[in-house]
Structures are given as C-alpha cells and as structure tokens.
C-alpha cells in the first residue's frame, strides 16, 4: 500500500513536512476530541438516567457541524484558511477550558453540559472546512485520495485508543480531567497552523458577501447532480446508522452491565475497526466502483447494528463494533473522496462544509431519533429498526447513482477574451443579462436542446442566477439562451470559475452552430437609470469604476 509521491500510495504524503506535521498534530487533537466524547457521554448517565438525553450529547456534538460548517466552508473560500482554521481551533480551546473550570466547581447540569459540547463541537465546525479545502495546498493532485485517506486514519487511530484511554481516565480521575486534556490537546494542532506560511495568492475580485457566497456553493450542489447526491447519500446513512455510537453508553450500562471502562473498550473497537476501513480506501476505489463498494458496506454495516442490539457478550458486540467502524468509515470516505475530486477550487471548502453538514445532520437527528425509540421501546428493539433502515440504503442508489470523478475536468480553464464594455461598470451594477445566439439545422434541433440542458446546469452552478432558451418563432433554426446576473461582479466571478468540462460542453454546443451564422454575444446592462446613478454614465456611488480586466 505504500507508494511514492508519483504513484500517491497510502503513505505518500507524509513524506511532505507540512502535511506531516499538521497530520500528526490532529492525531493529537483527535484524541482529546474523543476522550471529550467518552467523558460528557458518561457524565451525562451520572447527571441523568433518561437515554434521550444521553444520546443528546452525540447531538449536541454533532448539530454544530450542520449548522456552523456551511457559512465557515463559505469563509473558508473567501478568506485565509490557515487564518479560518487558527480562530475554530482557539474557540474550541477556551470552550473547552472553560467546560474544564465548570466541572471542577461543581456548576455543571445536563443542559450546561450539551450546551459546551455543542460550543466546542462549533469551533471544529469552523475549523474543519479550511483544513479540508487546505489538503490541496499541502499535496499534489495524484496524492489527494491518499491524503484523505490518511486524515481519515489520524481520526480513527484516535479513536481505537482515545475512548478506551478516555474510560480509563474518568474512572481513575473523574470527567473533569478528560475534560482539561481534551483543551491541551487542541494546542499542538494550533501551533502547527500558527508555523505554516501559507502563501495566499491574491483574489482578482473582491470577495462575496457572507450570504451571497453561501448561496453559490449551495446552488453549486443543487446543480451538480454527482455532489448532491453524494450528500443525499451520506445524510441518509448518517441518520440509519446513528444508533450505534448515540447508544453505544446504554448497550454498556444496560446490555452488557459493565462502566464507563467497557463503553470505552467499545468504541476502541470502533475507532480499530475504522482504521481498518480507512487503509481499505485506497485498493477499493482501485478495485471497485463507490456505487458497488457502498452496497456492500451498508449490508455489512446491517449485520453489525444488528449483533450489536442482540448481543450479550462483551466480546461478540467488540467484533461488531469493530466491523461498524470499518464499513461506516469506508462508507463516508469513499463519498467525500467523491466530492473533493467533483468540485473546481473556487468551491471546494464550501461544498465540502455542505457535505459534512448532510452527514453530521443525519447523525445528529439519527442520534436524537434513536434514543426516542430506545426510551419508549429499549435499546434492542432500537437497534433492529436501525440494521432494517440500513438494509435499505442501497435501494435509495438505484435512484441517486454515485459517478466516478475526474478530477481534471474540475481544473479551472480561464476565458482569455475579454468582453466589450463600454460603459462605465461597478461591482454592484446590475442586473447584468447575457444573451448568445446559435444558428442550428432544425433536424438537429432535438439533439441541441439535449445538450443546452445539460448547459443550463453548469451555467446554474457556476453563478447564474436565471436562466432561459428561446427559439425564434420567424426562423426557426435561431435559438437564444439567456443568462442573467444580479451585479456585474456576480458576471465576473462566472466567468473566472470556468473549468475544463466546462469548456467541454461549450464546444459541444457550439458544433450544432451554423458557421455562417457567426454567433453573436450580448452583454446589457439591465434598468441603466437609477437613483443610485445621477448622470446616464456615472457609475454606482462609493464605488470604484471596474471593468473587466481577464482572468
């Protein structure tokens, strides 16, 4: 499995110092992470008896990663991300510092306790979209599978050791130590960023609002049937398989009768197990389609769910713990592979943010929803229903089939013509409507609007926020599609996210065009006369004038 740079076998990158460094700092930072988990998981059975609110604390550590990464993967673009990923892991140090202050005062109470798991669980949120997006900054293209296949692994090497190390700990200690090792643990990772000199390359145009650029990775995602269903996948999953970390400290307590030391050795198992699945990444995508592979694991992850609601033996629910951890890894690094390599630059931390929401999303209601049922039902009977829901995953592929990527057509192409601009243009002037006419053979006219449907999507998700075909009812064989942007910055950033497949598809269209037809392109300036424009050619206030100057 090991292989050089060329090749970017499993190992590869950490052969680069920069990666290495950052790698080996998060496998710190995700063993405090861990023992975190495994300590307010069980200081919880000690503040409460009710599962619901046991399993609420996989919730509150999970919902920050829904609602926070999307508008952090959106900062992550427009902004540094060494930056964006110093200010998420600061905020989790000093939430965590100040859980640690509060359990040794004696302050805490279930609710207090969910609350600073979710603060802490807000600046990983943060944190995580920049290192994602990042990883393409650390290593080249060839390695990037490998990449993150092993930050998969520092994840999981954590997790085989830190939840046993975790158990052990609150045993021998109390909950408020692993509390304090978890804001230690955070630091190293901090420093390795702080030492990293990143070179920022600096942005043509100026960034996006906050919102607007949310909105563009979120109309990126609808647009691209391959990352939406990734996403639509991995949320479905998240939630069908939730059960068996959300429960994992009840089937310890209740099921097998033993303490905090069992829950950890369990999800030891897990993490084991899911290391297993991580080093499996890279010789199933070489073997196997992620459609194929992510029917097999969901049916190996249904036996496992299964054995483990069913089982007494500590041993025997060890060894499905450890095949859940392989498969469930597997399952979502085999998806978010798939994302990183469908997603041009530009968008990259945003629709990774989209992703790890869907995902986290799940877990976080699968988790809230399988403690409901194991309050009102018990936890076997929460377990079944669970392996049931999983077993019918690969049902939901036949409709949101997984695509293999190519990462090459995601590469950005720059369009080096310019356009004609004659009038004086500000970022904010607008709505700026495009409009190109084609000249096709009406026996070919079928065959065109095909592809101008597939034409409509890439225009969608590279920023257009209209758009429309026409055919000309005097000549049939004109058509003029029509595109429309809110500003003329909006216009520009279009056309500086333009990508190989993209160019592709243009020329695709462009062969059902008459050459005599000689296609024309027009660029308005929609409403030219505003209270934001005092003279017919002054251009918007508090604004410089900015044309177009290529990409």
């Keep these: 499995m090991n292989g050089d740079g060329r090749s970017g076998g499993t190992f590869a990158p950490l052969r680069l110092p920069l990666f290495r460094s950052i790698w080996l700092t998060s496998l710190i930072s995700n063993f405090g992470h861990l023992m975190l988990g495994v300590a307010a998981a069980w200081e919880m059975t000690r503040l409460t008896d009710t599962a619901s609110m046991v399993a609420l604390v996989q919730t509150a550590m999970m919902l920050p990663l829904m609602l926070v990464s999307v508008p952090a993967g959106a900062v992550a673009d427009m902004f540094d991300r060494r930056k964006i990923a110093l200010t998420g892991l600061g905020f989790s140090m000093l939430a965590a510092l100040v859980l640690t202050l509060l359990g040794l005062a004696g302050l805490l109470t279930p609710w207090l306790l969910l609350a600073f798991c979710a603060l802490i669980g807000a600046g990983v949120a943060l944190y995580s979209p920049a290192w994602q997006a990042s990883i393409r900054e650390q290593v080249p293209p060839e390695q990037m599978p490998a990449a993150i ?189 798939g994302v990183q390599m469908s997603v041009p630059r530009w968008v990259t931390a945003r629709a990774l943010s989209l992703f790890s929401a869907a995902f986290t999303g799940g877990v976080a209601i699968g988790a809230w929803g399988w403690g409901l049922v194991a309050t009102d039902f018990g936890v076997t009977p929460a377990f079944l229903l669970s392996a049931v829901l999983v077993t019918t995953l690969p049902l939901i592929g036949l409709l949101l089939r997984v695509e293999q990527p190519d990462f090459a057509d995601v590469e950005l192409a720059p369009i080096q013509t310019a356009p004609d601009v004659a009038l004086g243009m500000s970022m904010r002037s607008g709505p700026v409507t495009v409009e190109i006419d084609y000249v096709v053979e009406p026996e070919r006219a079928r065959d065109f609007y095909d592809v101008m449907r597939r034409m409509q999507r890439a225009r969608l998700r590279r920023g257009a926020f209209s758009w429309g075909l026409a055919r000309d009812i005097g000549d049939p064989s004109l058509w003029t599609e029509r595109l429309q942007f809110p500003t003329w910055g909006d216009y520009l950033r279009q056309r500086s996210r333009f990508t190989h497949s993209d160019r592709e598809l243009q020329v695709e269209a462009d062969r059902f065009h008459a050459p005599e037809g000689g296609k024309r392109v027009r660029l308005r300036l929609e409403r030219p006369f505003g209270p934001a424009r005092r003279k017919a050619d002054q251009p918007d206030h508090r604004q410089d004038n900015i044309g177009y100057t290529g990409p």
Excluded: C, H, K
């Excluded at 996006?208 to 990126?220: K, N, Q, T």
């Excluded at 592979?293 to 769910?305: D, E, F, H, R, V």
């Excluded at 500590?314 to 498969?327: I, K, N, R």
């Design 149 to 337: 296949a092993l930050g998969t692994i520092s994840y999981n090497v954590a997790r085989s050791f830190g939840p046993a190390v975790g158990g052990v700990i609150v045993l021998a200690f109390g909950a408020q130590a692993a509390f304090g090792i978890n804001a230690l643990f955070y630091a190293p990772l901090f420093i390795a960023f702080l030492l990293w000199r990143r070179q920022q390359l600096p942005a043509r145009l100026p960034p996006e609002r906050l919102d607007r650029a949310i909105l563009s990775g979120v109309r990126y995602a609808l647009y691209a049937p391959s990352v939406r269903n990734l996403m639509i996948r991995a949320m479905l999953f998240g939630a069908a398989a939730a059960s068996a970390m959300a429960l994992a400290p009840l089937v310890a307590r209740d099921l097998l009768g033993g303490s905090a030391g069992l829950f950890g050795m369990l999800l030891g198992a897990l993490g084991a197990g899911a290391v297993v699945g991580a080093l499996l990444i890279r010789p199933v995508r070489d073997n196997m389609t992620t459609e194929r592979a992510t029917t097999i694991t969901a049916l190996i992850s249904a036996a496992g769910i299964a054995t483990i609601g069913l089982s007494r033996a500590p041993l025997l629910t060890g060894a499905a713990m450890f095949l859940m951890g392989s498969t469930n890894v597997l399952t979502i690094a085999l998806l978010n592979v």
